[in-house]
């Protein structure tokens, strides 16, 4: 297996800088390039910062801010995802990925301003009949401490000409709550959550290129749309938190939202629901994390 190659940074990578890369690179497919290759992004500085919270509250509301020591690491972590995503080594351009799931665990909580090590690494990779999955595994540490650990996962659809690999992780919950909070989807945000987070990808902005993609509009990005659920669900409670969330669908912009949650001991499961579409865009659960819990368990 090649060895791994490594990404650092001095400070947040530049959006300008690696979409533009993402424009002008040839991508040869995966089967050329003999799959997904290794590669890991670092960058040490302040994740926490006043003014990542506050574009973030001023993005998914001030009701958020409970969710927000889990999510946003995710979200500014992003950068040094999309850093990997649009490598000049990466074999499929960064447009085709969908983010499907996210699986986040905050071990303990993260000091504001601090400075902390956030590192991105290609993860597991999931070779599939009608496309393939992959897996970018994020981390913040302070003095070698875990403090955070997320895994995002992207899809890419079509027939990639390598066999058949292990079937994905465990399907999302079933939720047996009746919708009881409503709320209209905001139109407008995908420029300034691509400030936050560094994923410009036109199907958040930009209507025309979504409908030739195949929706009928922009969506929000996945994680502010799962950030509007977090503000209406109960906070589990507890330093140690997880939030396991399944993106099955686009969030339009301006669309009427209804969420369903399931209440339990531990936290609430729930699912997110848009206007015009009978199948759950988001599914989830929130909940506090146990003792001795790591990421890849149950």
């Known amino acids: ?30 089967a050329r390039a003999g799959g ?9 500085g302040p994740l926490l910062g006043a003014r990542a919270r506050d574009e973030a509250l001023a993005l998914c509301g001030p009701g958020a801010a409970a969710g927000l020591p889990l999510l946003l690491p995710q979200l500014v972590g992003l ?8 490598h000049p080594s990466f074999p499929l351009p960064v447009w085709r990925s969908l ?10 909580p993260i000091p504001a301003e601090s400075e902390v090590e956030l590192t991105t690494h290609v993860d597991a990779r999931r070779f599939l009949e009608k496309g393939a999955e992959l897996d970018l595994r994020t981390r913040v540490l302070s003095g070698g401490a875990l403090l955070w650990e997320g895994v995002a996962t992207y899809y890419y659809r079509g027939r990639h000409g390598l066999p058949v690999d292990a079937p994905p992780p465990a399907a ?18 995908g420029w300034r959550t691509g400030h936050l987070t560094g994923d410009y990808n036109p199907l ?15 969506s929000l990005h996945p ?33 009427g939202a209804r969420l369903a949650a399931e209440p339990g001991p531990e936290g ?23 003792a001795g819990e790591v990421l890849d368990g149950a």
Request: proline residues 11%; contains cysteine.
């Open 172 to 189: 999302p919950p079933p939720v047996a709550g009746a919708p009881d909070a409503t709320w209209q989807t905001p139109a407008g945000s």
């Open 79 to 86: 950068r040094l995802q999309m850093a990997v995503l649009t």
């Open 268 to 290: 609430a499961r729930f699912a997110l629901l848009v206007e015009g579409d009978e199948r759950p865009a988001i599914v989830g659960a929130w909940r506090a994390a146990r």
């Open 223 to 255: 994680g502010l749309a799962l950030a509007r659920c977090l503000a209406h669900l109960p906070d589990p409670g507890g330093p140690a938190q997880r939030l396991d969330a399944w993106f099955r669908g686009p969030v339009y912009e301006g669309a």
């Open 99 to 108: 983010q499907i799931r996210n699986r986040l665990h905050l071990l303990r």
């Open 1 to 30: 297996m090649p060895e791994t190659t490594h990404l650092p940074f001095s400070r947040r990578p530049s959006a300008l800088r690696y979409m533009a890369r993402a424009f002008v690179t040839r991508h040869p497919g995966l």
């Open 204 to 218: 958040h902005w930009w209507h025309g290129y979504a409908r030739r993609a195949g929706f009928r509009g922009a």
């Open 36 to 44: 997904f290759p290794p590669l890991a992004a670092t960058w040490r």
